[in-house]
């Protein structure tokens, strides 16, 4: 057998280098909201205020097509609301879609020809004001690669 005089002092090594284990601080947004302090200190607020800033640097026309790729507008009832989630993007929107995509409320879908298909993110339900479960019926018609 092999004389393994290390063990011992690799144990003793182990035991002096044991930390505790990472606690999650939790911590508060300017907004209130408890958030994590690494989060905090990434991006300086919560995942709420992140994404209503993200929000609120879109263009009206912008959120005009959000609510359009969901049927989610007034002329839906809104228990229907979600019933799609698909947007053929064209030249003329193709900036909106752009600034949607950013701020990760939208996602690129396949090709068509020269277009390409848009589809609304959980966050885009929400902010659409689509139900859990509304949303839930939305993001199941995306068909996923
Ligand atoms: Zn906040």
Not at 44 to 72: V, Y
Not at 88 to 109: I, K, M
Request: aromatic share 4%.
């Amino acid at each position: 057998m092999m004389n393994d005089l290390s063990r011992p002092e690799r144990q003793h090594r182990a035991i002096v280098n044991e930390k505790p284990a990472p606690v999650l601080q939790s911590k508060r947004c300017a907004c209130g909201k408890k958030a994590f302090a690494k989060q905090l200190a990434q991006h300086g607020k919560c995942e709420a205020c992140q994404s209503t800033d993200r929000a609120a640097a879109l263009l009206p026309e912008d959120l005009e097509i959000l609510h359009h790729m969901l049927g989610a507008t007034p002329h839906h009832a809104q228990v229907r609301w979600g019933f799609r989630n698909e947007y053929l993007v064209n030249r003329r929107d193709r900036a909106s879609l752009e600034r949607l995509a950013a701020a990760g409320f939208v996602l690129a879908g396949n090709h068509l020809l020269q277009l390409q298909y848009f589809h609304v993110t959980s966050a885009g339900c929400k902010l659409a004001g689509l139900s859990a479960k509304r949303t839930a019926v939305a993001l199941s018609l995306v068909a996923r690669p």
